[in-house]
Nanobody
Framework: QVQLVESGGGLVQAAGSLRLSCAAS????????MGWFRQAPGKEREFVAG????????YYADSVKGRFTISRANARNTVYLQMNSLKPEDTAAYYC????????????????????WGQGTQVTVSS
């Protein structure tokens, strides 16, 4: 069982930056690949970024590539999402999630592969 708690959301102007954190409980954090997803009002939840259990592999949605960076600190049971050059269309609730799909060695973009989810943190980007 993994419990996830996101933090770091807020209101920021366009072109600004935010760093989201996701703290995980349990001793097995390092065995899970982690992902960040987001959901805007009236839209479906979408994949944003993912990282393998070792941190050696990352994958990004095209819409955030070059602007967002996912990283993890297994010793701290934490995964991060650094978001730069934010745009109004990045406004959404952001969720972190954990998966042991394929033992966490690869990154999966499919939300149904993720077994554990945080409660979400709101990011609002003003124009």
């Amino acid at each position: 069982q993994v419990q996830l708690v996101e933090s770091g959301g807020g209101l920021v102007q366009a072109a600004g930056s935010l760093r989201l954190s996701c703290a995980a409980s349990g001793r097995t954090f390092g065995s899970y690949a982690m992902g960040w997803f987001r959901q805007a009002p009236g839209k479906e939840r979408e994949f944003v970024a993912g990282i393998s259990r070792s941190g050696g592999s990352t994958y990004y949605a095209d819409s955030v590539k070059g602007r967002f960076t996912i990283s993890r600190a297994n010793a701290r049971n934490t995964v991060y999402l650094q978001m730069n050059s934010l745009k109004p269309e990045d406004t959404a609730a952001y969720y972190c999630a954990a998966t042991n799909h394929r033992l966490g060695v690869v990154v999966t973009t499919h939300q149904y592969d993720y077994a554990y989810w945080g409660q979400g943190t709101q990011v609002t980007v003003s124009s």
